[in-house]
């Protein structure tokens, strides 16, 4: 855990380290352009503006609120409602933000915080509705990792946790599985395997929380996907 003033040492850092994230140029003229070519009134669009300028200051992800922008903008999504859904990624980048400084290491926050797609996964989890708790256990268990991909294994991982959760496994169920395949060597860009692992299970009469099951114990002992499919058919 970061406590105190260690914790704004660490935010000191990566605000200095997450420059980068928005070197690829000014993001007020494509704002700007944006906007010009919407019919919203000057009022409606210095209040869209502003939560650029906070984004800004904050050191967030502005790109990922650029694209939001412009996908509301193909939909002809009203102005206030536009604007609220921008304010709720904000507030999912700040939410995830301190998860983040409270359960990592000052090095590993700092690398995830100025990944922008790391982080932005992160917040896309929270925005779904993947509680805290799970969302500290998901980061942990994947900073333990030793691979040099472990948080793009952690990026895969989260949506694998959504989907086996839409499949029907319980909160707990899904998170183990999720743990189990993070103590593998399993690369996350095989993870999607894992629901054709279910599905495959499900037309043998394997009922999904035996697959569960199977996974949780085979997925350490497995060195692939393919060692981790012979081991619990």
Known sequence: MVHGNKKWIILIG???????MLSAGPWAPQVDKSLRSSQFAESEKKQLRRVFEHAEQEQMPVEVLILRLEEGL??????????NALMRELHSY???RHLVLDQLSQDEAALLLTNATIWSRTATLYQQGVPEKDLAALLQMFSRQTSKEK??????????LIALRQWGLTDDLSLSVLEALSRSPISGDDYRIILDIFNTGFANRIAPNDMAQRIIISAPK???ITMLERLVR
Do not use: C, D, F, M
Request: charged content about 15%.
């Open 14 to 20: 990566i605000w200095i380290l997450a420059g980068s």
């Open 74 to 83: 193909a939909k002809h999504v009203p102005a206030q409602l536009l604007y």
């Open 94 to 96: 700040e939410e995830t």
């Open 151 to 160: 948080w793009n294994n952690y990026r895969y991982g989260g949506g694998l």
């Open 222 to 224: 497995s060195r692939s």
